[in-house]
């Protein structure tokens, strides 16, 4: 008994290892062929990452990913999603990859594939300069105030920062990034807890009217994502990425948009 057992793990063990080299093998075969067109999901509005004008859209992101689509010979087509439904359109095929100034973070790769990271940035509370409420805050901890209120757009990293971190907060959620500025803007609340990147794009938007503070969560990491399955994408996404930084068109990019 213990023999015909032995013997039937055996077996099991080999086909396992036939199946992983197969799916290995079927891999590498599919990373050699060529990709026609492909969808990208992108949130407009992330300013300046991608947002759309009569000009059409435009922003790190959008360059980026035109230059990818240049590096596969592919067709480019990009498509709006709010961030709170763009995962769910990734993985219902709506779109074949999401570059949307996404974090990473160990909850969204339970659903998602990432790509190596592309940018860093920060989380920081932006208000107008002469609210003195927030102004003469002194750490960030001090937001967590029930005499506050702080403004996120749903589904985003700062969404969930605020709702870990501010819990005595009054927390008034959007939809649209432009409802999140309008809203600091019009004093319907106090600050808004957005991106590093966005915060210093809306400084320099509105010169002498906002300010911003770090938050103590200042290492956030942005990757291009996938389907679960799409190994092969992300794969050609990361070879595009080292080329495209070694060519120095990376930093060309980022001076464009963040100088």
């Known amino acids: 008994m213990a023999k015909k057992l032995l013997k039937l793990a055996s077996c ?4 396992h290892f036939g199946l992983v080299q197969a799916e290995e093998q079927l891999s590498e075969n599919d990373s050699k062929k060529n990709i026609a067109s492909f969808k990208v999901c992108t949130t407009g509005g992330f300013i300046p990452f991608s947002s759309y004008s009569n000009g059409g859209w435009e922003g790190f992101d959008i360059d980026m990913m035109k230059d990818f689509s240049s590096y596969l010979k592919s067709k480019l087509e990009i498509i709006n999603y709010n961030i709170d439904g763009i995962i769910p359109a990734l993985n219902t095929k709506k779109c074949d990859m999401i570059a949307a ?19 860093t940035s920060g989380i920081v509370y932006l208000f107008k300069k002469n609210n003195t409420l927030i102004s003469e805050i002194k750490s960030p901890e001090e937001l967590n105030n029930p005499k506050i209120k702080v403004g996120v757009k749903l589904g985003t990293t700062n969404d969930f920062y605020a709702a870990k971190n501010l819990n005595k907060s009054i ?4 939809n649209e990034y432009g409802d ?12 808004i807890i957005i991106d590093l990147s966005y915060g210093v794009s809306i400084e320099k ?7 911003y503070k770090n938050t103590d969560s200042n290492n956030e990491h942005f990757g291009v994502a996938s389907r679960i399955n799409d190994k092969v994408l992300i794969k050609k996404f990361n070879e595009f990425l080292k080329q495209w930084k070694s060519s120095g068109k990376y930093d060309q990019t980022f001076k464009k948009y963040f100088n």
């Open 12 to 15: 099991l063990l080999f086909l």
């Open 101 to 119: 100034g996404l974090t990473i973070t160990e909850e969204r790769k339970k659903s998602i594939l990432f790509s190596d990271p592309y940018f």
């Open 171 to 174: 927390i008034l959620k959007y």
């Open 180 to 191: 999140v500025i309008n809203a600091v803007r019009n004093n319907k609340v106090d600050t």
């Open 205 to 211: 938007k509105f010169p002498g009217v906002f300010d």
